[in-house]
């Protein structure tokens, strides 16, 4: 599975990006799909979590209520809405799959990622 994130970008606190994650392969829709983010000089943290079929989500604690994970297993894309960006946002966004994942935050448990996408909050 080849991965290939976009929409990232530059925008004002407050505002919102959608980033989307388009993979090869007709295989997508058995995987288990994950956004992760690394801001400079740290580590990469999970961000979200979605199930093969969608019916499951995860997202780690300083996003709830502002960012949304959703796929398109017809599409092969998965999505990451994020609304009311804050400037600790600032990062660069990878997708990742997993065959099988337990943890969503679990960084080995995924097989393939994206190269990235820049989201640059201004305050």
């Known amino acids: 599975v080849q991965l290939q994130a976009f929409g990232g970008g530059l925008v004002q606190a407050g505002g919102s990006l959608r980033l989307s994650c388009a993979a090869s392969?007709?295989?997508?829709?058995?995987?288990?799909m994950g956004w992760f983010r690394q801001a400079p000089g740290k580590e990469r943290e999970v961000v979200a979590g979605?199930?093969?079929?969608?019916?499951?989500?995860y997202y780690t604690d300083f996003v709830k209520g502002r960012f949304t994970i959703s796929r398109d297993n017809a599409k092969n894309t998965v999505y990451l809405q994020m609304n009311s960006l804050k400037p600790e946002d600032t990062a660069v966004y990878y997708c990742a799959a997993g065959g099988y994942v337990t943890n969503y935050n679990h960084v080995y448990e995924y097989d393939y990622w994206g190269q990235g996408t820049l989201v640059t909050v201004s305050s």
């Open positions: 979605i199930s093969w079929s969608g019916g499951s989500t």
């Open positions: 392969g007709r295989t997508f829709s058995r995987y288990y």
